[in-house]
């Protein structure tokens, strides 16, 4: 009897291809420098083939802007280290993937990549900071969006603008100071 090996299938293969070309073409470039054309090519395909799979430009942004934050559980930590463990978390998800720099890119300028991020953190971030400081998920939105103020507005200065004197901070003195900030937000300290 012999045995069936999973290979992936070859429009999955493409797909991938197309949204790795893509996430870096949008990290390095943004919405409106990227191309189709381009982004077909670095994939080594046609670009018709971008359009069958994802329509247009803006579905296959939708397609590469898909991001899972993977916020960890952090409940087990004691509460006075919260705040510096979720500075510590997204500084490693901005430097470890290009999809959210892409998107950070692209939302200042993009009104659909402004709407996918607000949609990341409303789904994603609001319902952990709800765990985290023990109120209902509707009593949060401000909260979550004030910490979204300190991750954005760090990732923005740290890894677009990269303004001299924040990417100068050591990552150490970075999540004490910004870890502060976000543990009041938290928990009202």
Same mark, same amino acid.
């Given at each position: ?8 299938r070859?429009?999955?293969v ?11 073409h949008?990290a ?28 247009n ?6 397609? @590469? ?8 559980? #952090? /409940?087990?930590? =004691? $509460? +006075?280290? *919260? ?16 999809t ?21 953190? @409303? ?8 765990? #985290? /400081?023990?109120? =209902? $998920? +509707?009593? *949060? ?9 300190q ?11 990269k ?16 870890? @502060? ?9």
């Amino acid at each position: 009897m012999a045995t069936t090996i999973d290979t992936p299938r070859k429009s999955d293969v493409t797909r991938a291809a197309i949204l790795a070309a893509a996430r870096e073409h949008f990290a390095a470039s943004g919405y409106q420098a990227a191309t189709i054309r381009g982004i077909a090519a670095a994939a080594g395909i046609d670009p018709a083939l971008v359009m069958r799979y994802y329509g247009n430009k803006e579905g296959l942004f939708a397609a @590469a802007a898909e991001f899972d934050l993977r916020l960890p559980d #952090l /409940s087990a930590l =004691p $509460r +006075a280290r *919260v705040g510096e463990a979720v500075v510590t978390h997204f500084l490693d998800r901005w430097e470890g993937d290009e999809t959210l720099m892409a998107l950070l890119r692209t939302a200042v300028t993009h009104e659909a990549a402004a709407a996918r991020m607000q949609v990341i953190f @409303a789904t994603q971030v609001a319902p952990h900071i709800a765990r #985290l /400081s023990g109120q =209902p $998920r +509707a009593a *949060v939105a401000t909260r979550a969006g004030l910490i979204a103020t300190q991750i954005l507005g760090l990732a923005l200065c740290r890894y677009v603008l990269k303004l001299p004197p924040v990417v100068a901070l050591p990552r150490a003195e970075i999540v004490r100071r910004v870890g @502060a900030t976000v543990q009041g937000y938290l928990f009202d300290r």
